[in-house]
């Protein structure tokens, strides 16, 4: 694995630092995960493969418990706050909501992630390390560059007004007789006449440039006549980049993903009915742990464990579990 060797102690917080955490023990790196004793349940469920010790920071024995392992570490991963919605939504309507897509993950802990590994690289030539700086609205800003760098060209309306943002008939999603959804990414020429084809228009009376009001009204009505499954076999043998809205359910268990290996095999019994995405991306060498799937840790279930390889001697346990520094605790 490529980050075998590699110790990272992560301070407990939510969705950006445990995705960065995650991310780097997917790939083989020790992550230890610095949990507050104060805690009655596991809020990160991004914890695969992670270790827990509960220790108790509003006391100095564990803030010197949390110095000591990190003289043995390579990363230091702490959430706490040192103290872009107006592209997303349709024409005439509020800006949606991106759940917490955009910031915590996109724009937060995949380029948290990514810092930590070319700090890491960086240091393998210079023999000195340095702090990362990640912010989520710079990290999302970053994301969504090529939407700013295209305001002159591709995004110049308003809103919901442009090719890509839901003003184009040719580039939406249209309802099916089912109640269930098409996507539609008919950009290029040569897609958007296989989309005339499957939807049996005449490339001769209705054209790429046409109004794209009326042209969504007369899509919307033609998808409205035929099934989800039965448009996906419309399109099946077409290149229009015209594809069915799969749940997650349902995106689990097409064939492509399936012989890909997207999902991991097993479960959580603490999260029923969960999926999990394999790691991304596949290294041919130095791959991501197997497809099992790997515990989450219970709150504090690796304290004693864990100092006890850092050095701590079981009086020095002792003493700190008397003081109220850290506590172990029995996998939830």
Known sequence: MALKGITVIEMAGLAPGPLCGMILADFGASVIRVDKPTANFVMDTLARGKCSVSVNLKKPEGVRVVQRLCQNADVLLEPFRPGLLSKLGRDGEKPYP??????????????????????????????????????????????????????????????????LDGGSAFYETYETKDGKFMAVGA?????????????????????????????KKLFEKIFLTKTRDEWTEVFEDLDACVTPVLTSDEAAAHPHNKQRGLFLNGSWPDVPNALHPAPAPKLSRTPAEDKTLRPLPGLGEHTVEVLSDYGFSQDEIKDLVSKGAICQKERL
């Open 187 to 215: 950009l290029e020429p040569q897609f958007y006449q296989a989309l005339l084809k499957g939807l049996k228009l005449d490339p001769s009376q209705v054209t790429q440039g046409d109004d794209q009001a009326e042209q």
């Open 98 to 163: 991106p759940i917490n897509l955009m910031a915590d993950f996109a724009g937060g802990g995949l380029p948290c992630a990514l810092g930590i590994v070319m700090a890491l690289f960086e240091r393998s030539r210079s023999g000195l390390g340095q702090v990362i700086d990640c912010s989520m609205v710079e990290g999302s800003a970053y994301v969504g560059a090529w939407l700013d760098i295209m305001r002159g060209m591709l995004f110049r309306g308003k809103r919901g007004q442009n090719m």
